[in-house]
Nanobody, 114 residues
Framework: QVQLVESGGGLVQAGGSLRLSCAAS????????MGWYRQAPGKQRELVTT???????YYTDSVKGRFTISRDNAKNTLYLQMNSMKPDDTAVYFC????????WGQGTQVTVSS
């Protein structure tokens, strides 16, 4: 089992930046892929970005060129650097990991004001 704890959410103006962190613990050696989802009010949860254990990344079209996913294996931490943020990025962001089973963090609120 993997436990995930996010941090770093908050309020930012349009055009600004935020960095989210996700600290992993437990059976981290078994993690095959990690990523970030987000859920805006009244909308379904959507996949934002993923990174595999070998470093291959995926980004949904709406964040390409603005968001960067990375991981620090020494610190067992996943990051999401968000630049040039837009009001449409407002959502609760969830850290996610797959290790044979799916694990979710508790979510962190990100609000982008216009």
């Amino acid at each position: 089992q993997v436990q995930l704890v996010e941090s770093g959410g908050g309020l930012v103006q349009a055009g600004g930046s935020l960095r989210l962190s996700c600290a992993a613990s437990g059976s981290i050696f078994s993690i095959r892929i990690m990523g970030w989802y987000r859920q805006a009010p009244g909308k379904q949860r959507e996949l934002v970005t993923t990174i595999t254990s070998s470093g291959t990344t995926y980004y949904t079209d709406s964040v390409k060129g603005r968001f960067t996913i990375s991981r620090d294996n020494a610190k067992n931490t996943l990051y999401l650097q968000m630049n040039s943020m837009k009001p449409d990025d407002t959502a609760v962001y969830f850290c996610w990991a797959y290790s044979g089973s799916t694990s979710w963090g508790q979510g962190t609120q990100v609000t982008v004001s216009s």
